[in-house]
């Protein structure tokens, strides 16, 4: 199951540097896709690997109140894959943007200031996305505590 997760962070670096790669970094809707694609290649894969991609989909049933929670274990299991996607975030974030930025370092070698300070901004869009993903998964994580807490007063 690693393997997923290992597949995912290749993917996720060839990705950008491919798009990058072709001058495609000043592009900022073009880069907004790549960005969120590349949250996407990282989180699935990772999830995938712990083996809790099915438990996030129940989390998501479970906050948005379309489901009702069958066991303790079911509500610890979709929690603990609600903040392992939050930590994924963050992290495939992190990475995303230093990605962007040593590859705006590289290429912008003879550019002027501006380019360099404009291309580092581009880069840092999937940081931002990837805070947008945690804070969405923040209500979702404290739906299901508080689910957690009424069946334990059950």
Do not use: H
């Amino acid at each position: 199951m690693y393997i997923f997760a290992i597949i995912g962070v290749i993917c996720s670096v060839l990705l950008l540097n491919v798009v990058t790669e072709e001058g495609f970094a000043g592009m900022m809707i073009y880069y907004d896709v790549i960005s969120m694609l590349q949250l996407v290649v990282l989180i699935v894969p990772i999830l995938a690997a712990a083996g809790l991609v099915k438990d996030f989909n129940v989390a998501l049933k479970l906050a948005l109140g379309k489901k009702k929670a069958e066991s303790m274990l079911q509500l610890k299991k979709a929690k603990e894959a609600v903040k392992l996607t939050g930590k994924i975030c963050i992290a495939s974030g992190i990475m995303g943007t230093c990605c962007g930025i040593i590859r705006v370092f590289y290429s912008y070698k003879n550019e002027s200031m501006g380019s360099l300070l404009s291309g580092s901004g581009v880069a840092m869009l999937t940081l931002f996305y990837a805070l947008i993903i945690y804070l969405l998964l923040l209500p979702i994580e404290s739906k299901i505590e508080i689910k957690i807490s009424e069946y334990m007063q059950e």
